[in-house]
């Protein structure tokens, strides 16, 4: 249902993180001092997983709908530069492709997506709809980010390729802060995660990597921490389990370097599952 804006922010903000310099990460009393004003943010983005667009006996397209709507009105509020959306853009049926693209294609904003284990089909038609491969890098302003494969076509659990993740590590080094984008967390912390300790390692030592961002697990929509990386979850868009609201994460990159991070649950509150880093 529609939210006023106002109400919207003053409800639902309760926490967030901050990330700032070396990478420290600590919690962020939004209740007490709330966000910082609009013009200390220099870039700010959200990021949506786990659509499973056609699963069968899911309210799919009304949940797309919905979600659309939320980030719209981030958008015309305190504003994003783009959205992505982490993985299982749809639930193994290609033939869902052409209209999920459709209800994709009414974000008021740039958009990017990530390759998700449902999201069944070779890298050559997910290219031809989506503008980019499986493996791909951008920037915006002076930030990096880094788009990686966690599954193949058939939908069995992989590594990132590491020749590629490496090249695009490399290129966006020189970046004032860069982030990842893949769906399938690569440390065993979760039940769904698959360890990928090759892509671990080239994290570890890759010194303006700030924040990795993972779908795939539904129920989670905190982070984590490993080698002074953050790995950080949004809950879900649909599918038929996770956690019992459906949100996305917001992430702010301040003019003084500070990253807040902190997650929306749109139709109550923000968990207290927020950050700051730098």
């Known amino acids: ?53 056609g699963q069968p006996k899911t ?45 994709w294609d009414q974000l008021n904003m740039t958009y990017y997506v990530s390759h998700g284990n449902h999201d069944h089909g070779p890298e050559t038609d997910w290219e031809k709809t989506w503008g980019h491969p499986w493996h791909f890098g951008f920037t915006n302003k002076d930030t990096g980010f880094i788009v990686l494969n966690t599954a193949d076509e058939t939908g069995k659990y992989v590594s990132p390729d590491a020749e590629k993740t490496k090249a695009l590590l490399e290129e966006y080094k020189t970046q004032q802060q860069l982030f990842v984008f893949m769906h399938i967390t690569p440390i065993k912390w979760t039940d769904n995660a698959n360890p990928c300790p090759d892509i671990v ?6 010194q303006n990597l700030k924040a990795v961002f993972h779908g795939h697990d539904h129920d989670q929509d905190g982070y984590k921490e490993q080698d002074g990386k953050h790995y950080i979850f949004d809950s879900h868009i649909g599918g038929s389990w996770g956690t019992p609201y459906r949100g996305y994460r917001i992430v702010e990159v301040l003019k003084n370097g500070d990253i807040l991070t902190y997650q929306m649950n749109p139709e109550t509150n923000v968990q207290v599952n927020s950050k700051q880093i730098s």
């Not at 962020?28 to 700010?44: E, I, Q, S």
């Not at 009105?73 to 639930?91: P, V």
């Not at 390692?201 to 890759?206: G, N, R």
């Open 1 to 53: 249902m529609p939210v006023s804006r106002r109400k919207f922010i003053g409800n639902a903000f309760r926490g967030a993180v901050l990330l700032s310099a070396g990478n420290l990460l600590q919690a962020y009393d939004a209740t007490a001092y709330g966000l910082p004003p609009a013009r200390k943010v220099k870039l700010r983005f959200a990021i949506a997983s786990d659509g499973h667009y």
């Open 201 to 206: 390692d080239m994290f570890k030592s890759q």
């Open 59 to 103: 309210e799919f397209a009304a949940m797309h709908q919905q979600m659309l709507q939320w980030l719209n009105a981030e958008k015309s509020g305190r504003g994003l530069d783009f959205s992505c959306i982490n993985g299982d853009l749809y639930h193994n049926d290609v033939t869902v492709v052409p209209d999920l693209k459709k209800h």
